[in-house]
């Protein structure tokens, strides 16, 4: 009886194992990369092999050769896949080693009371500020895309963000987003759509889906009644996290994926109930920029309230 033998003999064999070997570790090294907090020991580990580190680089080893026939073969290909991850996971490390500016506003009125107005003419400096210093307002979505999947950031990259949900976030603040083409989110309350609580108007499901279809704001939760998160039974903190974000997916017919924490408590328990809902960043009061060292589910902003000027904004933005 004949053993069987492949094609070419014995070294074609082995060679052809250790090719196969060699794509397997390569491939899970590469999407392994991808996680979040790639660091320069895992990406490091093509470079000591002595592999071409991107696809261009892989092009550029092809040389004469036939592309088509050469990339016919699996391997190859296979080839081709893994070091376009490598390349995208090296674009996320990249990505987040930025830190990330986040405003807070809250009310955009003249009320000057109350420490938790902006005035409207203030608020117009400080949007053209940011235009004219180079910086480019981004939404959470461009920072998952940047921090997570590795798309590219716009230079000076900034998010703006109003808490509440105030009607008068509609009226002042929309209209100076427009005019500077500037984006922002409303962190919304859901349980005050079209409610005065302690005389504050709060935007009504209309106002809230044309600010969406806008292209301009992007609306998320801030929960449904505005509840210290932490002081919650289970059941309560189910309900301020689960159904606010669906009572928003249904009227604003849109993925809802970023929380801000009201009074800004948090902890470990509020966070997972975040996480296991399918929240991917939550925003907090602790003062600063957002890295991605705090965790997505703790990221630091900025407080612009109304005693800030505009020549104090400036110098925190110059």
């Given at each position: ?67 088509a026939n050469y990339f016919s073969d699996p391997v190859h290909t296979d080839q081709m896949m ?237």
């Open positions: 009886m004949k053993s069987f033998a492949f094609p070419g003999g014995k070294k074609q064999t082995v060679l052809l194992i250790c090719s196969v070997l060699l794509g397997i570790v390569i491939a899970s090294f590469s999407m392994w990369a991808l996680a979040r907090g790639v660091s320069d020991k895992n990406i490091a580990f093509a470079s000591a092999q002595n592999y071409p580190h991107s696809r261009s680089q892989l092009m550029e080893g092809v040389h004469n050769k036939d592309a893994i070091y376009d991850h490598l390349d995208q996971a090296k674009k996320i490390k990249s990505n987040q080693q930025i830190q990330i500016p986040i405003l807070v506003y809250h009310s955009i009125a003249d009320n000057p009371s109350n420490p938790y107005c902006t005035n409207p003419s203030v608020f117009d400096a400080e949007m053209r500020h940011l235009k004219d210093t180079g910086y480019t307002t981004i939404t959470f979505g461009d920072l998952e895309s940047a921090w997570l999947q590795g798309s590219k950031l716009p230079q000076r990259p900034i998010i703006v963000s109003l808490d509440d949900g105030y009607a008068d976030n509609y009226t002042n603040a929309f209209p100076v987003l427009q005019k500077y083409n500037q984006k922002a989110t409303i962190f919304m309350v859901t349980g005050f759509a079209a409610q005065t609580i302690n005389q504050m108007n709060h935007l009504d499901w209309d106002q809230l889906r044309e600010m969406q279809n806008s292209g301009v704001i992007d609306i998320q939760s801030h929960s449904v009644h505005h509840l210290d998160m932490t002081q919650l039974s289970d059941e309560q903190l189910k309900h301020e996290v689960v159904d606010s974000k669906a009572e928003l997916e249904k009227k604003l017919g849109k993925p809802v994926t970023i929380f801000c924490y009201p009074f800004g408590a948090y902890n470990d328990k509020v966070k997972k109930m975040l996480k296991d809902s399918g929240y991917l960043f939550a925003a907090t009061t602790n003062e600063g920029a957002a890295a991605i060292g705090q965790g997505d589910l703790a990221l630091d902003r900025y407080h612009v309230n109304g005693v800030v000027t505009p020549a104090m904004f400036a110098a925190r933005f110059p």
